[in-house]
Antibody, heavy 119, light 110 residues
C-alpha cells in the first residue's frame, strides 16, 4: 500500500525548533519530488517547500524561507522538515505529499501532523 | 491572502450542477496547468483533477475541470451528499517559483 506517515508534531516554543518526519512506503521514494503543505486551524492549504528526488534542489515559500529546511534520506525513505525560529503563525497541520512525475500533481498525501507554537 | 482567488462558499441541492471558480494571473493559471483537490472534513486532501481537466482513476466523471485565460473552474454535476467538502485549486507560479493554492471553497450540499 502506498503510504506517507508524518510524525514529530507537537508543542513548540516561539523562537524554538521542531523537526518533522514523513515515512514513505509502497513506492520508490528515490524517484519523486516531495513536498510539505500546511493548513492552519480553520484555514486553507498553503504550500511550504519541495525537494528534488535526489535532494539536490529545493524551494520554499517566502513565509518560511531562511527558517525552515527540507531534506530527505533516500536510504531511509524519509522526508524531513527542520523548523527553526518558530512563530505563532506556523501553527498548523503539516502534510507531506508525493508529486507524480508525469502529472506534477500531489497524488499521495499523509494524514498530517499538528504543530502548535505557543509559550 | 492567497495568490489564487476562490469564492469562500458554494451550495447546491442533490442532482444540481455547481461550478467553483479559481482566478489567478499570467504567471500561474495563465501559463500553467491547474489542479483541484477535495478535502473532506477531518481528512487529508485528495487529488481530484490534474493538468487542468484530467481525472485520476476512481474520480467520477461528474467532476470536470476547465480553464480560460487566467481563470479556471471545477464543475460538479449530479451533486451528491458526499460531495460536501472543501475544494482547493492549485498551480505552479513561475514568478514566485512556488506552488500556490486558492483559499478554498466550502461546498454545502443542501
Amino acid at each position: 500500500e502506498v503510504q506517507l506517515v508524518e510524525s514529530g508534531g507537537g508543542l513548540g516554543q516561539p523562537g524554538g525548533s521542531l523537526r518533522l518526519s514523513c515515512a514513505a512506503s509502497g513506492f520508490t521514494f528515490t524517484n519523486y519530488w516531495m513536498h510539505w503543505v500546511r493548513q492552519a486551524p480553520g484555514k486553507g492549504l498553503v504550500w511550504v517547500s519541495r525537494i528534488h528526488s535526489d535532494g539536490s534542489s529545493s524551494n520554499y515559500a517566502d513565509s518560511v524561507k531562511g527558517r525552515f529546511t527540507i531534506s530527505r534520506d533516500n536510504a531511509k525513505n524519509t522526508l524531513y522538515l527542520q523548523m527553526n525560529s518558530l512563530r505563532a503563525d506556523d501553527t498548523a497541520v503539516y502534510y507531506c505529499a508525493k508529486e507524480d512525475n508525469w502529472s506534477d500533481a500531489f497524488d499521495i498525501w499523509g494524514q498530517g501532523t499538528m504543530v502548535t507554537v505557543s509559550s | 491572502q492567497s495568490v489564487l482567488t476562490q469564492p469562500p462558499s458554494a451550495s447546491g441541492t442533490p442532482g444540481q450542477r455547481v461550478t467553483i471558480s479559481c482566478s489567478g494571473g499570467s504567471s500561474n493559471i495563465g501559463s500553467k496547468f491547474v489542479y483541484w483537490y477535495q478535502q473532506l472534513p477531518g481528512t487529508a486532501p485528495k487529488l481530484l483533477i490534474y493538468k487542468t481537466n484530467q481525472r485520476p482513476s476512481g474520480v467520477p466523471d461528474r467532476f470536470s475541470g476547465s480553464k480560460s485565460g487566467t481563470s479556471a473552474s471545477l464543475a460538479i454535476s449530479g451533486l451528491r451528499s458526499e460531495d460536501d467538502a472543501d475544494y482547493y485549486c492549485a498551480a505552479w507560479d513561475d514568478s514566485l517559483s512556488a506552488w500556490v493554492f486558492g483559499g478554498g471553497t466550502k461546498l454545502t450540499v443542501l
